[in-house]
C-alpha cells in the first residue's frame, strides 16, 4: 500500500464510494465480533443459566476496560487524522507512539489492582454464592490478562487514523472465529482440554485477542503504513496525551456510563428475577449486534470527516455527514425490525427457560422501539470526535444512560413491575436523540461556516 494512498483519497474520492470502502471493513469485522459475543454467550447459557446471569453480573466490569481501550482509541483515531490532514506527519507518528505506550501502562495497572478485586466487585451487586463464585472466577481472568483487551482496541486505532480499516477489519475476525473455536474446548472439556465452565470462556477471550492484537502489533511495525514509528518518541508527550483525551476522555466516560447502566439495570431487575439478570446480559449482547456495524461505520466515517475538517473543506463535511446519518440510520432500523418479529427465537438460542423467554421476548420487543434514532445518534457522536468536539456527545450520554434511564427505570419498577422497566429505554432514547440533534445543528452550523469563510 503507498503511503500517500490513504490521504489522497481522504481527499478527493467521492464521499460514497469511500465511506464504503473505509467502512465495510469496520462493519464486517464488528459484526464478527458482535457475532461472537452472542455465541459466547449462548456456550454459556448452554452450560448453564446460572453462568449466563454470572456473566452479566461481570459484563459491567468488561466495558470498564472496553471503555478504556475505546476512548484512547477514539481520541489517536482523531487526532491522528486531523494531523495528517494539516500535514503534519510527525504530530501523527508522536499520537501512534503515546498511544502505544498507555496500552502497556493500562495492562499493568488493571491486572494489579483488578485481579485483586473481583470477588468484592461481584458481591456489589447480588449475595448468591454460586453467581459471586462464576462472576469473580470470569472477570479475574479477564482483568489479568486485560492487556489483549487493550492493545487490539487501540492498536487498530493508530491503523484507522490514517484511513486503513482493513487491517483492523482482519484482526477482528481473527481475534472472533478463534474464540468462538476455542469456546466449546475449555467451556465444555472437549478432546484433550478439562472442563472449565465460564472460566473456559474468560481463557477463550483472553488468548483469542491476544492473537488478534499480536497481529495488529506486526501490521503496525511491518506493514507500508503512513505512520512510522521512532523509539525516541516511545515517551510520554503532555501535548499529545492532551490531544488524544480531549477528544478521547468524552468516549471513555460514554462507555464508562455503559457499563454503570448496565450495573444499574442489573441490580434493578435483580430484584424481581435472577432470570431478569441474564435477560440484561442477553439483550445488550444481541443489542451490539445492531449496533456494531454503525461503530464499524464511524470508523471510516471519523477519518473522513476528521480529514476533509483539518483540511478545510466543508462540502466534502456536509456530504459525509449526509451519508453517513442515512447509512447509519438504515442499519438499525433493521436491527429494529428483527427485534419486533423474532424476539422469542433470539431468546431461545441462549436458553429455553420458560421465564427467561417470557421476560426477555417482551423486553426485546419494548426496548428495540427507538432503534432507528439510536443509528443517527451514533453517528452524531461519531461526528462530534471527528472534529474534536468530545463534551457534547458525553454530557447527552450522560443525561440518556443515568440521569434519565435509571432513575425511570426504578420508577417503573416500582409503580407498575417489571414488563414497565423495559420502557425506560425508548423513553431515554427519545430524550437523548432530540438534545443531540439540536446541539450538533448548532455547533455544524457555527463550524461549517468558519471553514466556508
Do not use: C
Not at 368 to 393: C, E, K, N, Y
Amino acid at each position: 500500500m503507498n503511503k500517500v494512498d490513504n490521504s489522497q483519497k481522504l481527499a478527493n474520492k467521492p464521499i460514497f464510494p469511500l465511506l464504503v470502502s473505509l467502512s465495510i471493513p469496520g462493519i464486517i469485522g464488528m459484526l464478527v465480533q458482535a457475532l461472537y459475543n452472542v455465541i459466547d454467550s449462548i456456550y454459556i447459557g448452554q452450560f448453564s443459566k446460572d453462568a449466563l446471569s454470572a456473566l452479566s453480573l461481570a459484563f459491567p466490569y468488561q466495558m470498564i476496560l472496553i471503555s478504556i481501550a475505546v476512548g484512547t482509541g477514539v481520541g489517536t483515531t482523531s487526532l491522528i487524522s486531523r494531523s495528517l490532514g494539516e500535514g503534519n506527519d510527525v504530530k501523527a507518528n508522536k499520537t501512534a507512539e503515546n498511544a502505544l505506550l498507555l496500552t502497556l501502562i493500562y495492562g499493568a495497572i488493571v491486572a494489579i489492582v483488578g485481579g485483586s478485586f473481583s470477588g468484592n466487585l461481584i458481591r456489589i451487586f447480588v449475595d448468591n454464592p454460586n453467581l459471586i463464585e462464576m462472576g469473580s472466577e470470569y472477570i479475574r481472568i479477564i482483568f489479568i490478562g486485560s492487556i489483549s483487551m487493550f492493545l487490539p482496541i487501540i492498536g487498530n486505532s493508530i491503523l484507522r487514523g490514517e484511513g486503513n480499516t482493513f487491517y483492523p477489519m482482519l484482526a477482528l475476525i481473527l481475534g472472533a472465529v478463534i474464540n468462538i473455536i476455542l469456546d466449546p474446548f475449555l467451556i465444555y472439556g472437549l478432546w484433550i482440554f478439562p472442563e472449565m465452565g465460564i472460566k473456559g470462556a474468560a481463557y477463550a477471550t483472553v488468548i483469542a485477542r491476544l492473537i488478534s492484537g499480536s497481529f495488529v502489533l506486526f501490521m503496525l511495525f511491518n506493514a507500508d503504513n503512513k505512520i512510522e514509528f521512532n523509539l525516541k518518541y516511545f515517551k510520554p508527550d503532555v501535548k499529545i496525551l492532551k490531544g488524544i483525551y480531549i477528544v478521547g476522555l468524552p468516549a471513555m466516560f460514554m462507555q464508562m456510563l455503559a457499563s454503570v447502566m448496565i450495573a444499574g439495570a442489573n441490580k434493578i431487575v435483580g430484584q424481581f428475577s435472577p432470570n431478569a439478570i441474564a435477560v440484561v446480559g442477553i439483550f445488550f449482547r444481541l443489542q451490539a449486534f445492531i449496533f456494531m456495524p454503525v461503530f464499524g461505520l464511524n470508523q471510516g466515517y471519523v477519518p473522513i470527516v476528521g480529514y476533509n475538517y483539518g483540511h478545510k473543506n466543508p462540502e466534502r463535511v456536509k456530504k459525509a455527514i449526509k451519508i453517513g446519518l442515512i447509512t447509519g440510520f438504515s442499519i438499525t432500523t433493521m436491527g429494529f425490525l428483527l427485534f419486533q418479529f423474532l424476539p422469542v427465537q433470539l431468546i431461545t438460542m441462549f436458553n429455553d427457560n420458560e421465564e427467561l423467554i417470557e421476560i426477555g421476548s417482551r423486553a426485546l420487543k419494548i426496548i428495540s422501539i427507538t432503534f432507528p434514532l439510536v443509528g443517527l445518534q451514533i453517528v452524531g457522536v461519531g461526528t462530534f470526535q471527528a472534529i474534536g468536539r468530545g463534551l457534547p456527545s458525553l454530557i447527552v450520554s450522560f443525561l440518556r444512560q443515568i440521569i434519565i434511564l435509571l432513575p425511570t427505570m426504578y420508577l417503573l419498577g416500582e409503580i407498575f413491575g417489571l414488563e414497565a422497566v423495559w420502557f425506560a429505554f425508548p423513553i431515554s432514547e427519545t430524550i437523548s436523540f432530540l438534545l443531540l440533534g439540536f446541539w450538533l445543528y448548532k455547533v455544524l452550523k457555527k463550524e461549517l461556516y468558519k471553514l466556508s469563510s
